[in-house]
């Protein structure tokens, strides 16, 4: 069964860092791309960064270009999204979802994990 | 403001068939045939129900059919059950700049 836990949300300031990271298991990880995605409370989904099962290509949306670094460890099956100078409109639950073989959809997510960016 | 429109809601009698659009761009959903629709129950994470336009993925209900006309792209939900209550998220890819972009979603309400 494939499984995607993601960890690491809470509260922090704005301005602050926090690191994210997305424990995957049942499927062979290092054959498949990762993505972020992101849901604002009340809100839809937001894609916010992918990357590729090599590592090879990472793409971020606009609104973290900069902010937002995503990288994998095959060897541990995890990725990671290190968020710094985070603002009020990053407070969201954040997902990992699977890449299709292709990428161009989510096959699989976790259960996300909740970030707070508030003072 | 999301990139592709979605009606806030949607309603059905249990048996009925209901449709829900998502318009977007010649840059997103007019230009390329992969997009995907998600559910979302309360509280849960999203769950792949439509791929490349109209594809199932293993488990999910042939009740569920997808299609795309021009820029907008329709999900229908045949046979309508109380369970198909839930939230629903269209999502395209719009090229190697922007990538991926999600509809504000559709509530979808079982009378």
């Known amino acids: 069964e494939v499984q995607l836990v993601e960890s690491g949300g809470g509260l922090v300031q704005p301005g602050g860092s926090l690191r994210l990271s997305c424990a995957a298991s049942g499927f062979t990880f290092s054959s498949y791309s990762i993505n972020w995605v992101r849901q604002a409370p009340g809100k839809g989904p937001e894609w916010v960064s992918y990357i590729t099962s090599t590592s090879g290509t990472i793409y971020y949306a606009d609104s973290v270009k900069g902010r937002f670094t995503t990288s994998r460890d095959n060897a541990k099956n995890s990725v990671y999204l290190q968020m710094n100078s985070l603002r009020a409109e990053d407070t969201a639950v954040y997902y990992c979802?699977?890449?299709?073989?292709?990428?161009?959809?989510?096959?699989?997510w976790g259960q996300g994990t909740l970030v707070t960016v508030s003072s | 403001q999301s990139a592709l429109t979605q009606p806030a809601s949607v309603s059905g009698s249990p048996g009925q068939s209901i449709t829900i659009s998502c318009t977007g761009t010649s840059s997103d959903v007019g230009s390329y045939d992969l997009v995907s629709w998600y559910q979302q129950l309360p509280g849960k994470a999203p769950k792949l129900m439509i791929y490349e336009v109209n594809k199932w993925p293993s488990g999910v209900s042939n009740r569920f059919s997808g299609s795309k006309s021009g820029n907008t792209a329709s999900l229908t939900i045949s046979g309508l059950q109380a369970e198909d209550e839930a939230d629903y998220y269209c999502c395209s890819y719009a090229g190697s700049s922007t990538f991926m972009v999600f509809g504000g979603g559709t509530k979808l309400t079982v009378l």
């Open positions: 979802a699977r890449g299709s073989r292709g990428g161009y959809y989510f096959d699989n």
